[in-house]
């Protein structure tokens, strides 16, 4: 009975040539941030993903041809896989300021939890002391993270939640960096305490972001919903 089952199921599609190649690929890349993560970035060579991942070593050269094309390979890979958990979330359909607050404190609990993360600014610490090269990589990927913290900035002023005379692009730098200090704290020290950074965080933002009306507004808000003091 078990053999005439399997007789009669419908044989697996084969794959096709281009599903194969993004297979292999997905799995170099996935080896490279595996070995980062748990032996630092000194011990990524070609031999050893070719290890990890069970492909041969002249495959990584065949799908990315240089350590700068895994390197934005990686970046690229992070990059879709971070995407889901803020569609998931809902941080686009917020308000400029209230987006853009959720998003850092979403992307900082995901680089506390996630090794994959980790490895990310591992080999940015690599490649800006000792590779100009794949520093392009990162700049690139930079740039494109602030014009988006850029576009949330003018859209939170177009909506009288941020102070017009506020530089948007300055800010998108500066949100940036905040970002990248404090993951890098992390990462040096694990223990760090991420709520309280968190909170103050927030807090110096808001009060250096939100025009006069809209902290009034937050603040009646908070008043309503205050508990009464019996006397």
Same mark, same amino acid.
């Given at each position: 009975?078990?053999?005439?089952?399997?007789?009669?199921?419908?044989?697996?599609?084969?794959?096709?040539?281009?599903?194969?190649?993004?297979?292999?690929?997905?799995?170099?890349?996935?080896?490279?941030?595996?070995?980062?993560?748990?032996?630092?970035?000194?011990?990524?060579?070609?031999?050893?993903?070719?290890?990890?991942?069970?492909?041969?070593?002249?495959?990584?050269?065949?799908?990315?041809?240089?350590?700068?094309?895994?390197?934005?390979?990686?970046? &690229?890979?992070?990059?879709?896989?971070?995407?889901?958990?803020?569609?998931?979330?809902?941080?686009?359909?917020?308000?400029?300021?209230?987006?853009?607050?959720?998003?850092?404190?979403?992307?900082?609990? $995901?680089?506390?939890? &996630?090794?994959?993360?980790?490895?990310?600014?591992?080999?940015?610490?690599?490649?800006?002391?000792?590779? &100009?090269?794949?520093?392009?990589?990162?700049?690139?990927?930079?740039?494109?993270?602030?014009?988006?913290?850029?576009?949330?900035?003018?859209?939170?002023?177009?909506?009288?939640?941020?102070?017009?005379?506020?530089?948007?692009?300055?800010?998108?730098?500066?949100?940036?960096?905040?970002?990248?200090?404090?993951?890098?704290?992390?990462?040096?020290?694990?223990?760090?305490?991420?709520?309280?950074?968190?909170?103050?965080?927030?807090?110096?933002?808001?009060?250096?972001?939100?025009?006069?009306?809209?902290?009034?507004?937050? $603040?009646?808000? &908070?008043?309503?919903?205050?508990?009464?003091?019996?006397?």
């Amino acid at each position: 009975m078990s053999t005439q089952t399997t007789r009669n199921r419908p044989a697996a599609p084969r794959r096709t040539q281009a599903e194969r190649r993004e297979q292999s690929k997905r799995g170099l890349v996935e080896a490279a941030i595996a070995i980062i993560g748990s032996r630092g970035v000194s011990a990524m060579t070609f031999e050893t993903i070719g290890e990890e991942s069970g492909y041969s070593r002249s495959l990584v050269t065949q799908r990315f041809g240089s350590k700068l094309g895994l390197v934005q390979a990686v970046i &690229d890979h992070l990059h879709a896989r971070m995407m889901p958990l803020f569609t998931a979330s809902s941080v686009a359909q917020r308000t400029g300021l209230d987006s853009l607050l959720a998003y850092t404190e979403l992307y900082l609990r $995901k680089v506390a939890g &996630d090794e994959g993360l980790r490895s990310y600014f591992k080999l940015l610490s690599s490649s800006v002391a000792d590779d &100009d090269e794949l520093r392009s990589a990162f700049a690139e990927e930079h740039e494109r993270v602030r014009k988006g913290f850029a576009a949330h900035v003018r859209k939170a002023q177009s909506e009288g939640s941020i102070r017009e005379e506020l530089d948007a692009d300055a800010f998108a730098t500066l949100l940036g960096s905040l970002q990248l200090g404090i993951s890098m704290q992390l990462l040096v020290d694990p223990t760090t305490k991420l709520d309280p950074l968190i909170s103050a965080g927030t807090s110096v933002l808001r009060a250096g972001l939100v025009t006069g009306k809209a902290a009034g507004t937050k $603040k009646r808000r &908070d008043s309503v919903r205050a508990p009464r003091k019996r006397t």
